[in-house]
C-alpha cells in the first residue's frame, strides 16, 4: 500500500515569512495529492490539492508542487499570518487517500 | 446540508460495550469515507461506501467493527465489545467525486473507552 512521509513534524515562522511543507509517497500509482489543515479539536479542512497530471497549483498564498518522478510534493504559504497556526496534513493515493504524520504550524506574530 | 455531520460529538462507552457513531454525507455525495485518528495524529482509513455499497473496507478491523450506508438514513460505524484501544476520533469525510477525489470531513466523534 501506499507509504506518506512527512517534514517537519513541527515549523515556526514569524508572521509575514513563507513556510514549506515537504512530503514523500511512495506508490507510482497514486494520483491525487490533497493537503488539509486541523484545527484544534475540528475536523481535516481541505485547502488544496493536486492531481498527478500537474506539476503545481496556486490559491492566492497557497501553493502546491509534485515531483512525480522524485514522489514528492510540498505546500508553500507565504505571508503567513497567526490564523494560519494549526496542523498541517498531506495526503496521496488512489481512490483512497494515505496521510502523512502532520506539520504543527506555529506562526509567531 | 452542506457539511458532513457526525453525532454524537463525544461517546463514552466502558470496556466491552457497544458503541455506535453517525455521519451525513454532504447532500447529493455519494462516497462516504471513515477514519480513525488516533493520539499521534496518525488518520487510518476503515471502509469507504459508494452510496449504499462498500467500495473499499480493507481497514476495518473484522471482528468488532462493522458499517453501513443505508438509503435515507445517516451512515453508521458500530464497535462491538470496544476496547481501550479503540479509544480516538473518528471522521467521517464525503465527496461527490470518485476515486478518493475532494474529500470533505465532518467534525469528528471522540471515542474515549474505560
Given at each position: 500500500?501506499?507509504?506518506?512521509?512527512?517534514?517537519?513534524?513541527?515549523?515556526?515562522?514569524?508572521?509575514?515569512?513563507?513556510?514549506?511543507?515537504?512530503?514523500?509517497?511512495?506508490?507510482?500509482?497514486?494520483?491525487?495529492?490533497?493537503?488539509?489543515?486541523?484545527?484544534?479539536?475540528?475536523?481535516?479542512?481541505?485547502?488544496?490539492?493536486?492531481?498527478?497530471?500537474?506539476?503545481?497549483?496556486?490559491?492566492?498564498?497557497?501553493?502546491?508542487?509534485?515531483?512525480?518522478?522524485?514522489?514528492?510534493?510540498?505546500?508553500?504559504?507565504?505571508?503567513?499570518?497567526?490564523?494560519?497556526?494549526?496542523?498541517?496534513?498531506?495526503?496521496?493515493?488512489?481512490?483512497?487517500?494515505?496521510?502523512?504524520?502532520?506539520?504543527?504550524?506555529?506562526?509567531?506574530? | 446540508?452542506?457539511?458532513?455531520?457526525?453525532?454524537?460529538?463525544?461517546l463514552v462507552?466502558?470496556?466491552?460495550?457497544?458503541?455506535?457513531?453517525?455521519?451525513?454525507?454532504?447532500?447529493?455525495?455519494?462516497?462516504?469515507?471513515?477514519?480513525?485518528?488516533?493520539?499521534?495524529?496518525?488518520?487510518?482509513?476503515?471502509?469507504?461506501?459508494?452510496?449504499?455499497?462498500?467500495?473499499?473496507?480493507?481497514?476495518?478491523?473484522?471482528?468488532?467493527?462493522?458499517?453501513?450506508?443505508?438509503?435515507?438514513?445517516?451512515?453508521?460505524?458500530?464497535?462491538q465489545a470496544?476496547?481501550?484501544?479503540?479509544?480516538?476520533?473518528?471522521?467521517?469525510?464525503?465527496?461527490?467525486?470518485?476515486?478518493?477525489?475532494?474529500?470533505?470531513?465532518?467534525?469528528?466523534?471522540?471515542?474515549?473507552?474505560?
Open positions: 500500500g501506499e507509504n506518506v512521509e512527512q517534514h517537519p513534524s513541527t515549523l515556526s515562522v514569524q508572521e509575514g515569512d513563507s513556510a514549506v511543507i515537504k512530503c514523500t509517497y511512495s506508490d507510482s500509482a497514486s494520483n491525487y495529492f490533497p493537503w488539509y489543515k486541523q484545527e484544534l479539536g475540528k475536523g481535516p479542512q481541505l485547502i488544496i490539492d493536486i492531481r498527478s497530471n500537474v506539476g503545481e497549483k496556486k490559491d492566492q498564498r497557497i501553493a502546491v508542487t509534485l515531483n512525480k518522478t522524485a514522489k514528492h510534493f510540498s505546500l508553500h504559504i507565504t505571508e503567513t499570518q497567526p490564523e494560519d497556526s494549526a496542523v498541517y496534513f498531506c495526503a496521496g493515493g488512489y481512490q483512497k487517500v494515505t496521510f502523512g504524520i502532520g506539520t504543527k504550524l506555529q506562526v509567531i506574530p | 446540508g452542506e457539511e458532513v455531520a457526525q453525532t454524537p460529538k463525544h462507552r466502558g470496556e466491552g460495550q457497544k458503541a455506535k457513531l453517525y455521519c451525513a454525507p454532504i447532500k447529493g455525495h455519494s462516497y462516504v469515507f471513515w477514519y480513525q485518528q488516533v493520539l499521534k495524529n496518525e488518520f487510518k482509513f476503515l471502509i469507504s461506501f459508494q452510496n449504499e455499497n462498500v467500495f473499499d473496507e480493507t481497514g476495518m478491523p473484522k471482528e468488532r467493527f462493522s458499517a453501513k450506508c443505508l438509503p435515507n438514513s445517516p451512515c453508521s460505524l458500530e464497535i470496544t476496547k481501550l484501544e479503540d479509544s480516538a476520533v473518528y471522521f467521517c469525510a464525503s465527496s461527490h467525486l470518485a476515486d478518493g477525489y475532494e474529500q470533505y470531513f465532518g467534525p469528528g466523534t471522540r471515542l474515549t473507552v474505560t
